[in-house]
């Protein structure tokens, strides 16, 4: 079945519109604001009739979509993940995540969420500030920017830098 007898059929299945890659206002709805707006990043990039289409409903739903920014300077949450950064584990966890080819956000991820728990799962601006403090990390340790990468489902971020030696 193709991808528009499909929509249509499950517009008339469902009585509600359901756009390109099969998403309707209730899953949108439903996810995160970065998860939002990365699928609305991903519409706008088809270049397409029905791209723009998704990007616009997830516009006027009324929802933050944008990407969050950093937490403030005066969040205690950031001078919490400040503290776990400033660890030899942080350090460990970014150069064996390096090594193993993903993301250094990879293996920080997996430490704050341990450490935070739900304060660093639940707040969108957690996971920019977890960039931030990989990018000075690394470039500390004289590491470069490379190309993004998918970081695995357990992490809280989906995505990060690939960090290459400088």
């Known amino acids: ?37 990365q699928i609305w990043r ?6 397409s009739a029905e791209g723009n289409h998704l990007a616009r409903a997830i516009e006027r739903l009324g929802l933050p979509y944008r990407e969050p920014e950093p937490l403030a300077a005066d969040s205690p949450l950031l ?26 956000l990879a293996g920080l991820d997996l430490l704050l969420h341990q450490t935070l728990g739900e304060a660093y799962r639940q707040d969108p601006a957690a996971t920019p500030t977890a960039e931030a403090l990989t990018a000075e990390l690394m470039t500390g340790l004289g590491y470069q920017e490379g190309p993004r990468k998918d970081l695995p489902a357990r992490c809280v971020a989906r995505s990060g830098v690939f960090w290459r030696r400088g």
């Open 1 to 37: 079945m193709s991808m528009g007898r499909r929509a249509s059929y499950l517009q008339h299945m469902t009585g509600e519109e359901v756009f390109i890659g099969g998403w309707t206002l209730a899953t949108l709805r439903a996810r995160s604001q970065t998860e939002r707006h």
């Open 42 to 47: 991903r519409a706008r990039a088809l270049h």
């Open 79 to 104: 001078a919490q993940m400040k503290a776990v950064f400033a660890t030899p584990e942080a350090r460990a966890a970014a150069l064996e995540a390096t090594l193993d080819g993903l993301p250094a």
